[in-house]
Each structure stands twice: as structure tokens, then as C-alpha cells.
DNA sequence: TAGATTGTTAATCGATTAACAATC
DNA sequence: TAGATTGTTAATCGATTAACAATC
């Protein structure tokens, strides 16, 4: 089997992948500004980071500068979109055309970020047959089926918690090897399938474990007040 | 200056804070089935984490066990969802009443987790006036007024990239202390702001490219093929 | 008692940061 | 040339994992 020593992808850690995202949008900026070059130590301005760091992020993404001129801009960009996957969108299915479900669908930019859905499914007869922000909705039961025929390899998951994991098994049973979880719950998946779960109730817990800290640390006497409570 | 030593919140690290919602969840599963004691083994294994570490993460938002029996399970709920700031509900306001945001308005959970929505802005005057899931949603040039009287701190940030930095310096300058940051973009905030940004691109950067590493890990000839388009 | 589990200290691992030579 | 920046190697830092005594 071959290794592919300049192929980048192997191994490169997780904070780096992180962060890729964000270099694009500050790129896409200069872009739009005109900007032929640009450094680590601007590219780390931005963004509050360490210049060091961003020149090993996109060291991994396997961009190339020119010491004293930097990077070019345009071709930064293209390198990190083609890392990222980003310059021809993958298609995607959607499963539950809730609220979330609803907004996902209607999101814009999942396009220009390597993502086109292409069919949403819902558990819900009501639901089933028009099209919510011109993506049509079938019923569950249609899954095996379409997927069987449209070679789609992600699945977004926006359904309540308690249908979760069989949803995923069932994306899973049809080919979906990557599954981008919105539901509050730990997935178990194959081997091989990649789970990103989203989970807004982590980010929920450190903003508010951190503002809780916060005004703790600013009025002590609040400490009692709660205490009582 | 009182020092809190028993109050474990001073430098809880990140990562830990982030997995504790995820106990709660747990935990939440085991009361339902009226289970008294649960051993870190036993969430480890739910969670897929190694037991030490959630034996430290619970130390840390300062749960006691007893060896041999484990933690019992009410207690250790309560004790999170304090440490959290969960068991009383912080007022929040939302600006952005688009796809997003609207989601986020009628997402009920949210209020069991910590955060109640209690009004929303946007400065589409039509979007005015009405309320959204039972939220009322008021003209953008309101906000100051209105949060003088509220006394909230959290603000929610659902507008387009290019609105995010100009709202969020008007949350900031009537007292908002920390923004849950929807927009695509990197924020500038005074000190003492808590800002932390969902970034769904982030996720989706991590997800596609570990897609595009695995996919071509099995086939290498859609390398070529990559290369050549 | 024996076995399982907590609590805590030490070892490992990996990411971030610092240092510095090479380069334009 | 001098100065800024890249690329890379070494040092630091912090989180995870392992080890083990204390406990019920």
C-alpha cells in the first residue's frame, strides 16, 4: 500500500483541523480586499493566535510560503478549501425536519463549505412530500432506498435524542460513513464511521460555568445568596 | 479576597467542562431507570472515556464518591448541574431572528439547561412586533433600553458575519457579560467578556476532512482522480 | 475477608510555545 | 546588506493515562 508522505492528511491533530476553517474566512477577507500576501504573524492578529502555531496549522494543510513575502493569499485559500474538502461539495442527507432541522436546511453557506444536501428524511407523515427551503422531505422508510442510488456518504442528524441512535443505524446499515450529530446523545457507530457530534449543551456548560466563575468572582457575596437559595 | 477552596471552579480545564454536560445527560438516563449509585466505570463506558478521567472531571466540579459503591446518582446530578449553573435558569437575549435564530428560540430544552430566552432583536423591521415561538422580537435600536431594565447577561448572536462584531459591541457596552457567538467570525471583546463561538464550520472542516483522509485511505486511486479534476 | 471502587500522586503523551538557522 | 519571515528543532506546558494506597 502506498504511503503518501506529501499527501498531508495523516495524523494531522485535531485543534489543527479546528482552526483550518478559520484561516479560510480571514483569507476569503483579504481576498475580497485584494490582498496578494500574507503573514502568519497578520493571520495570528486576527485571530488571537500565536504566529508559531499558525504556521505549523498550515505547515499540516500543506501550504508553502516564501520567507520575508509570506504566503499568496489566493493560493493559500486554494490549498486549505482542496485540505478541507471544500471546493467540490459533498452531497448529504438530512434526518428530521424539526426546527433545527428547518434552519440547517436553509443555511446557505453549507454549500461554499463542502457540504450540498441533497434530500431530507422525517419521521412524520405531516412533514413528508413538500420541500422546505427547496430540499424535498421523505418518509423514513424511503431511506434505504434513495441511498441505495444517490452515493451519498454524510448524514446530519437533527432528531430528538430518544430516535438518535436508531436513525444512525440506519444511516449507517445504508452507506453513510460520516454523521454530523445535532442530538444531545453519545452515538455508538461502526468501525470506520465518523461521528462529529455538535452537542450545543457542552458549549452551553462552559459558557455558563464560566460566567457563573465570573460574577462569582466579582461579587463574592452572591456565594451566599446562592448558597442559601 | 476570600479564597474558595472547596468552591472547584477557579481553573477548571476546558476539556472537562466540555465533557460534563455529557455526564448529565448520563445521569439523567439513570435516574429515569431509578438506578441509586453509578461508578465511573459505568459512565466511562457509556461515554467511551476512560474511567480516571471522568473519576477527575467529577473531582473537579467537586462530586464525592464512596470506594467500593460509587457516586449516588441524584447527588451527583445535583451536584453538576449546580456547578453548571443549571438548577436556576440565567435570562438571555437573542439578536438575528433568521433561520438560525429561530430554531434556537423554539428549542425547549434549553431552558432545563441553563438558559431562558427572554426576548429577541433584529433589525429587519418586518420580523418586528410579533413574537416567535413565543418570544417577542423587538427593533434592534430597543435593545439598550431594554436590557438597562432586564438585568441579563447572556446574549445570543445569530446574525449574518458581516452584523456580528457591530451587535456585539452593543451587547457588550449595555452589559451583556458573555456572547454565544452563531456567526462565523472571530470577535473582538473588552476584558472580562466571556465569548464562545459555535462555529459550525469548524465541525464541518473536521468532518470533511476526515472524511476526504478515510475514503481515500480505501481507494487510492481516487487520489488520481482528484488530482486530475 | 476479598474485591471493587474512590482519591491522589506519578508517568506519559501530545499540543503549544520558544529558539534559531535558512532564505528572500 | 539588513530585516522580516519561513521552516524546523527543542523546551515547555497541560491534559490524559497509569499506578497504587485508602476505603467500604
Given at each position: 500500500m502506498m504511503e503518501h508522505a506529501d499527501n498531508p492528511i495523516h495524523g494531522v491533530p485535531e485543534p489543527t483541523l479546528r482552526?483550518?476553517?478559520?484561516?479560510?474566512?480571514?483569507?476569503?477577507?483579504?481576498?475580497?480586499?485584494?490582498?496578494?500576501?500574507?503573514?502568519?504573524?497578520?493571520?495570528g492578529r486576527a485571530l488571537d493566535l500565536d504566529p508559531t502555531q499558525v504556521r505549523k496549522d498550515l505547515a499540516c494543510a500543506g501550504a508553502a510560503g516564501r520567507p520575508k513575502v509570506g504566503y499568496p493569499v489566493d493560493e493559500l485559500y486554494h490549498t486549505l478549501e482542496t485540505f478541507l474538502g471544500w471546493n467540490n461539495a459533498r452531497d448529504a442527507i438530512l434526518v428530521g425536519a424539526g426546527h433545527l432541522g428547518t434552519a440547517l436546511l436553509g443555511y446557505r453557506p453549507f454549500e461554499q463549505y463542502g457540504?450540498?444536501?441533497?434530500?431530507?428524511?422525517?419521521?412524520?407523515?405531516?412533514?413528508?412530500?413538500n420541500k422546505i427551503h427547496n430540499v424535498m422531505v421523505f418518509p423514513l422508510e424511503k431511506m434505504?432506498?434513495?441511498?441505495?442510488?444517490?452515493?451519498?456518504?454524510?448524514?446530519?442528524?437533527?432528531?430528538p435524542?430518544?430516535?438518535?441512535?436508531?436513525?444512525?443505524?440506519?444511516?449507517?446499515?445504508?452507506?453513510?460513513?460520516?454523521?454530523w450529530n445535532f442530538a444531545p446523545i453519545a452515538l455508538t457507530v461502526p468501525a470506520g464511521v465518523i461521528v462529529q457530534s455538535e452537542n450545543l449543551?457542552?458549549?452551553?456548560?462552559?459558557?455558563?460555568?464560566?460566567?457563573?466563575?465570573?460574577?462569582?468572582?466579582?461579587?463574592?457575596?452572591?456565594?451566599l445568596k446562592e448558597a442559601i437559595r
Open positions: 482552526r483550518l476553517p478559520a484561516y479560510c474566512q480571514v483569507l476569503q477577507r483579504l481576498l475580497q480586499q485584494e490582498c496578494a500576501f500574507v503573514s502568519c504573524t497578520q493571520i457540504v450540498r444536501i441533497v434530500a431530507a428524511f422525517d419521521g412524520a407523515p405531516e412533514k413528508c412530500g434505504p432506498n434513495l441511498l441505495e442510488r444517490l452515493n451519498v456518504h454524510i448524514g446530519i442528524l437533527t432528531v435524542a430518544e430516535a438518535a441512535q436508531s436513525v444512525c443505524d440506519m444511516m449507517t446499515l445504508n452507506g453513510i460513513r460520516a454523521v449543551f457542552s458549549s452551553l456548560g462552559i459558557l455558563s460555568s464560566k460566567l457563573a466563575a465570573q460574577l462569582r468572582a466579582e461579587s463574592p457575596a452572591a456565594d
